[in-house]
DNA sequence: GACGTACCTG
DNA sequence: CAGGTACGTC
């Protein structure tokens, strides 16, 4: 006996859903700051000096970085060591031998080449070296921020080190040993945060450079210019991707030296706030990576989480921003690692891109984008990498793939099996699940992690969620119950995870079930008197009646399941009572239809058994 | 305010 | 079937 009334039911359709561990969404906040502040020991204009020699010299050029980030730590100011090694890095780019990036040329044009790619990369040093001189490569904004962010720093280490007494007496014995480590925490993040910023430029540039070349060479030689182009692609091609290893080797290396001076990185302490971004800011992406506001804003937002909402100045609220999120979409934490499994160290290569905001291919992802498609491109257009796509992620297959829809397109072409991740696109949070829009971080945080594969598109299609065999099994399960709890769908579909989105979807679900089957019990009743039935006794629901016929039609289409007779029954009870109001003249009420909601939400019946087990019945 | 529901619309 | 809205309940 169900008697599940309507206002007894579902009342706690987000239920197990909230138990999101927020803190960890800030580890991506930590980890972006870092590769920010890695590019900025490029950020000296020889990049591209060092890039190329990595082609040939590779291991020495990540020394060199590394030592670059090393002394740039050390150093006291960020400026001061970026002058020096500006100059020291010029020296050696002026005694640069030759870049023999040739990618297959023939040996002929090989050496044009070269002279070639010695003037492009002249011309590019030079763009690079004036942009990192230019005011937008490092505004005074930057240092004055940072001086703010330094003296706000004490704030977070009492929030999150032990609370203010504990901090200062521990400071107070070893003052200089926290300063230091705190100073050189954030100016590795400084660093990282520049260096991705430089990057960026880098790579606008390049497409520029590259670009404005060709039609140079239009006019000569016809075969040379094919020859060119095909060159100057690899050369690009090679550069992207020596671009991107040096960087994600620069946040290696940066991770190591963090560890090894053994500043406590973990997300508790750097993020701890658990207000993370919310769903609302996710939901205003949409502009390009340009009409983002500016990395530095980023950096300096994320940072305010780190303190922990520390002032008024930068507040989570104000993170509205929409390129971190979207950057940080697919990146969304699995359901697993909610809370201990993230807070593991990021070892760079280690965990599975996983939408794991602290997983590395999500950065290294990133850079592969802006390598690929430049600065301007929307990261909203970086693709829903499945898990089984993922190059780094072997194990990721092992995750639960019960996944949630919003808002998913169930059609009928798609019944019989899963839809494969691999079909997923871009992600726009905005769509992710109406209508309730106004989801919160934690739990859209809830939802990737129960999702492995959520994927948020503007065409919208989030893989493992509710399938057409879900719709399916729930018009059979409307035969038993028209009003079924929360608490029952939750028992009944236990192979998907339950969010306010997949509980309002399927709520929604049975509404319209509802709908179609008071319209046609409306009909039929109607019908009945219209035709001069007069005694409702003579009114039943049969397996051939025409009612039953269009329900069945409606709620059993392939006509492959048993209907239980206590629905005829229902249908029947349903009908007469539509009849006996309609020929009372009740339904001049607007409301005469509530009375009889409320006798047929009473005759509710337990679902099967076998519908808890059976994904497809 | 969140939630569930009915109703209307496309 | 879903979106939107209004209403009632908690």
Excluded at 261 to 282: F, H, I, V
């Amino acid at each position: 006996m169900n008697l599940s009334l309507p206002d007894q039911n579902m009342h706690n359709p987000s239920e197990g859903c909230i138990e999101d561990d927020k803190p960890d969404l800030m580890i991506p906040c930590f980890r972006r700051n870092m590769y920010d502040e890695s590019l900025a020991s490029y950020s000296n204009g020889s990049i591209i000096s060092q890039l190329l020699r990595k082609t040939i010299h590779n291991k020495r050029a990540l020394d060199e970085s590394h030592f670059y980030l090393s002394s740039s730590t050390i150093a006291d100011s960020g400026q001061e060591d970026q002058s020096s090694v500006s100059s020291k890095d010029s020296t050696a780019e002026a005694a640069s031998p030759s870049c023999h990036l040739s990618t297959g040329a023939s040996p002929d044009g090989e050496r044009p080449l070269n002279d070639h790619l010695q003037a492009k990369r002249a011309r590019v040093e030079n763009i690079i070296r004036v942009m990192a001189g230019s005011p937008n490569s490092r505004p005074h904004g930057d240092s004055e921020r940072e001086n703010k962010r330094k003296q706000r720093l004490p704030q977070h280490q009492e929030h999150s080190v032990g609370g203010p007494a504990n901090r200062r007496a521990g400071c107070s014995s070893n003052g200089d040993n926290c300063n230091t480590k705190d100073e050189e925490c954030h100016k590795l993040k400084e660093q990282l945060h520049s260096m991705q910023r430089l990057l960026r430029q880098l790579q606008e540039k390049f497409l520029q450079v590259y670009n404005q070349e060709d039609p140079e060479l239009e006019d000569s030689d016809e075969t040379g210019y094919l020859v060119h182009q095909r060159e100057s692609q690899n050369l690009q091609d090679a550069l992207k991707q020596e671009l991107s290893r040096a960087v994600n080797d620069c946040v290696d290396k940066v991770f190591q030296k963090v560890s090894s001076t053994g500043l406590d990185l973990s997300p508790q302490r750097m993020c701890p706030s658990p207000d993370m971004q919310g769903a609302e800011r996710k939901s205003q992406q949409g502009g390009s990576a340009q009409e983002q506001p500016h990395p530095e804003e980023t950096t300096a937002k994320a940072r305010s989480l780190e303190y922990y909402e520390s002032t008024e100045a930068q507040s989570p609220q104000d993170q509205t921003e929409a390129l971190s999120l979207v950057v940080r979409k697919p990146a969304m934490t699995p359901l697993s690692s909610v809370a201990p499994t993230v807070k593991r160290p990021y070892p760079l290569h280690q965990p599975p891109f996983q939408f794991n905001y602290s997983t590395p291919l999500h950065d290294s992802q990133i850079l592969e984008h802006l390598l690929k498609y430049g600065p301007h491109t929307n990261f909203g257009g970086l693709p829903c990498m499945p898990p089984s796509m993922d190059r780094t992620s072997p194990d990721s297959v092992d995750l639960p793939w019960d996944t949630i829809t919003m808002r998913s397109k169930v059609t009928s072409s798609h019944l019989g099996h899963h839809p494969r991740p691999a079909a997923l696109g871009p992600v726009t949070v905005d769509n992710l699940c109406l209508p309730h829009v106004k989801m919160e971080c934690g739990e859209l945080q809830n939802m990737a992690e129960r999702n492995p594969y959520i994927c948020l598109n503007s065409n919208v299609h989030i893989q493992e969620g509710l399938t057409p065999n879900h719709l399916k099994k729930a018009k059979l399960m409307f035969f038993y119950t028209r009003y079924p709890s929360s608490n029952v769908l939750k028992t009944f579909f236990p192979d998907v995870k339950f969010n306010r989105c997949i509980t309002s979807q399927l709520i929604k679900w049975f509404s319209n079930f509802r709908e179609f089957y008071y319209i046609q019990m409306e009909k039929f009743a109607r019908q009945a008197i219209v035709d001069g039935i007069s005694d409702v006794k003579d009114i039943s629901v049969s397996r051939d009646s025409e009612l039953f016929r269009a329900l069945n039609m409606h709620y059993n289409k392939a006509n492959d399941f048993q209907v239980p007779d206590r629905f005829l029954e229902v249908a029947e009870i349903t009908l007469h009572e539509f009849y006996n109001a309609i020929s009372t003249a009740k339904d001049s009420d607007p409301s005469w239809k509530k009375a009889i909601y409320k006798v047929i939400c009473k005759l509710d019946s337990d679902v099967p058994e076998e519908f808890k087990t059976s994904s497809c019945l």
